[in-house]
């Protein structure tokens, strides 16, 4: 069967439903990792031949990405979760802005394209509204590699006479800047020394991908790298790990409900932060070869978090403890480190009786029993997957609009939770689903760099982006 994504005109006025709050009990087979699949797809324009994914998650981003590749001219199938991309036929295009706008991960282009055509021409990115997402470290770093760059309101063009290997320096470990380093380095003359890199999994696997294909890489899972360019690429098959917020984001669902649940190929040697405060708020969890078991009886326990960069707790579980710690026993803190915009989810849990403050990075939850129904609205991928979890522990039905968001990055969140014993359907989008078209074409806009308005969701704190846009 073969994918489409969808028109970026639609508004998907679909509705996710759930009936009422009932224990968890079964298997959640964890789909292919979105943030690791979406730069190697992005690194197979390095190599003039095919690559071959498995494991690949039909989620909206990664048909978003194929529609990409296949303008640039790619040729791109996936079938039964197995992606082929041909790059030999690319060519340089500039990137429609409608493409561009859709993800964040439209960024990630601008290093294999400058390594593959040695010019790029694409848009600022779009991707969720939690905060103003700028990408100074990304241009600053391409510089330092002889790239120019020009960018004039939404669009960007770079090019480069010869892309040249550099000793690079990372004032914060942004996972985009590293990734697109890691792959213009690869294809650049000379050696690339990375300092301050990144060190999230979904680094390490796009370093084992282009290794693979016959990159020199050594430092892969450090937060120093050396990539040594120039080489020819060649074919290669590679499996996508299983994705940890995905399989983190239902240990968060099983706090919320209660219950049991085997998390089936979840990657649990990248999710020690993760299994570490599902543990202290009270679930009993156990690796197994098979996946990640996790049970806890009645209601969790109150807990605190940071987030921050790996192996930190990772910022795309922050709302899904907001939704468990509504419903933990005692308060709950939760702090924010890397998005400023990064807690919309919480005005929309308060709709469901939640007791959350607010306080700049902070958010104080004073945890109930159980929450109550109600209609919510889902303003970015993570947050509306947090609703979800949410409506697993509310005694009335819940409806969520801005499903359009949530299937972004879950291949199908309804066949999962249902897997588990969830009373949990999606109505497809029809005029009557109950979603205005107005506040969910407000919901759905990408951020395009925007700032923190985009959600209204709390102040912007300049102090959490670390380069502006001007580099
Ligand atoms: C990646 O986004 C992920 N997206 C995000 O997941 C994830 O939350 C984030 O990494 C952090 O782990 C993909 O991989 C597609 P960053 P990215 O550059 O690369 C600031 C999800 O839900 N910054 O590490 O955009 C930035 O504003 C998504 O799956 C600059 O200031 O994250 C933010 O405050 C959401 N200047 C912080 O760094 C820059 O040039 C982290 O950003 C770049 C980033």
């Known amino acids: 069967m073969k994918y489409r994504y969808s028109d970026q005109e639609e508004i998907d ?15 959640i087979g964890i789909q292919g990792s979105k943030n690791a699949v979406l730069p190697v797809m992005a690194a197979s324009l390095l190599h003039r031949g095919i690559t071959v994914l498995s494991h690949v998650p039909a989620i909206e981003d990664v048909f978003c990405m194929m529609e990409i590749l296949e303008w640039l001219g790619c040729s791109c199938r996936l079938e039964e979760h197995c992606l082929t991309i041909d790059a030999s036929g ?23 394209m400058l390594g593959r055509f040695g010019e790029a021409k694409t848009s600022r990115p779009g991707g969720c509204p939690i905060g103003k997402r700028p990408i100074g470290l990304h241009l600053a770093a391409l510089k330092k590699m002889g790239v120019r760059v020009r960018t004039e309101g939404e669009h960007i063009s770079a090019s480069v006479l010869k892309l040249t290997g550099a000793r690079i320096h990372l004032d914060y470990p942004s996972v985009g800047a590293t990734e697109n380093i890691i792959m213009a380095a690869a294809a650049a003359e000379g050696v690339t020394v990375l300092t301050g890199a990144a060190r999230e999994p979904e680094i390490e696997i796009l370093c084992r991908f282009l290794a693979s294909a016959g990159a020199d890489i050594s430092g892969t899972g450090s937060d120093r790298l050396m990539i040594r360019g120039g080489r020819t690429l060649h074919d290669t098959a590679f499996a996508i790990p299983g994705d940890r917020i995905v399989a ?89 480190n890397v998005f400023e915009n990064r807690f919309c989810a919480a005005k929309e849990l308060q709709k469901l009786g939640a007791h959350i403050i607010i306080n700049g990075r902070m958010a104080r939850v004073t945890g109930r029993s159980s929450l109550c129904g109600g209609r919510v ?95």
């Open 13 to 27: 006025l679909s509705v996710l439903h759930i009936r009422k709050r009932r224990r968890l009990d079964g298997t």
């Open 90 to 112: 690319a060519s340089m295009l500039p990137v429609p802005d409608t493409m561009a706008g859709r993800m964040r991960s439209s960024i990630m282009l601008l290093g294999p």
């Open 248 to 336: 983190g984001t239902y240990l968060g669902a099983l706090l919320c409900a209660g219950g049991q649940v085997l998390l089936r190929e979840a990657p649990a040697e990248h999710m020690a932060e993760c299994i570490r405060t599902a543990r202290a708020a009270g679930a009993f969890v156990e690796v197994r070869p098979d996946g990640l078991f996790a049970s806890i009886k009645g209601r969790p326990e109150a807990f605190s978090l940071v987030t921050g960069p790996y192996p930190g707790f990772p910022t795309d579980l922050q709302s899904v403890m907001l939704a468990a710690a509504s419903v933990a026993d005692g308060e709950s803190l939760i702090q924010e």
């Open 377 to 471: 609205q889902a303003e970015d991928l993570r947050g509306g997957a947090a609703l979800a979890a949410a409506g697993l522990a509310a005694d009335g039905p819940v409806r969520i609009c801005g499903y359009g968001h949530i299937r972004r990055g879950y291949e199908d969140i309804c066949r999962d939770l249902q897997d588990a014993g969830a009373e949990i359907w999606l109505e497809e989008q029809t005029e009557d689903a109950g979603c205005d078209r107005e506040e969910e074409a407000d919901g759905a806009s990408g951020s395009r760099g925007s700032s923190a308005a985009a959600g209204n969701c709390g102040p912007v704190h300049e102090d959490y982006n670390h380069y502006g846009d001007g580099q």
